[in-house]
């Protein structure tokens, strides 16, 4: 899919309107939860802070710079897209959402493993945030963003999400195959079998965490399937 900024300002804004819709409408976020697309080298486009799955067909969202303080009404989260974007110029878009099964595993102590198809794009580990607290300051953001390095996601412990992509349909998609992975990691425990069972192998990963054959358009096109916009 095209990066964000091939877009224009316009498509931008609805691009961040269905992706947050769709967060939403799939059960990966509820009243909180945030999602953005970068526009240039110097700043981003943030939704405007309602539900996801509520947000109006004409809303505008909030252009964020990478240098100074957030913009007036903005959530005091955002800065961790801030960090992020600063520290990985590949990234185009950014979800900070809350999944239930990531929530409930996290509060184990846990995040979910390479056990399927979808888990395999996070190998060999999605990170952890050991705190429950909202990231409020600008030292635990880059602090943040420093312990995701990488990677395409964290999970922040009884907190929610954060993930990454090169564009915001691909950091939306791997919101969702975050929850899938984290859905199998909880049946596995209650299964009683115990913490056992294969995992995905490096060169399984490798093979299986594709873009190719129109994987990301297909999920992204499912997640924003009914969208008045489209």
Known sequence: ????????????????????????????????????????????????PVPMG?????????????DGPLPDG??????????????????GGIVRSMPPKIMSLSTLGKTPRPRHGFGSY?????????SPLLIRDDEKAAALAEQMSDRPAIVMRGNGLVTAGES???AVVLSWYAEDAARIELDVLASGGGEGGPMITREEAQARATWSGRILERMWDYLTFGDTEI
């Open 1 to 48: 899919m095209n990066g964000s900024t091939q877009l224009s300002m316009n498509d931008l804004e609805r691009l961040v309107r269905l992706a947050a819709r769709a967060v939403g409408r799939h059960g990966l976020a509820h009243a909180y939860g945030h999602c953005s697309a970068r526009i240039d080298a110097e700043r981003f486009l943030v939704c405007t």
């Open 122 to 130: 996070f190998f060999p580990s999605i990170p952890m945030w050991d």
């Open 74 to 91: 903005v959530l005091g989260e955002v800065r961790v897209h801030r960090e992020i974007y600063l520290r990985r110029p590949e990234v």
């Open 54 to 66: 509520h947000m109006p067909t004409d809303a505008h969202g909030t252009v964020v710079p990478l």
């Open 168 to 170: 915001l349909e691909e």
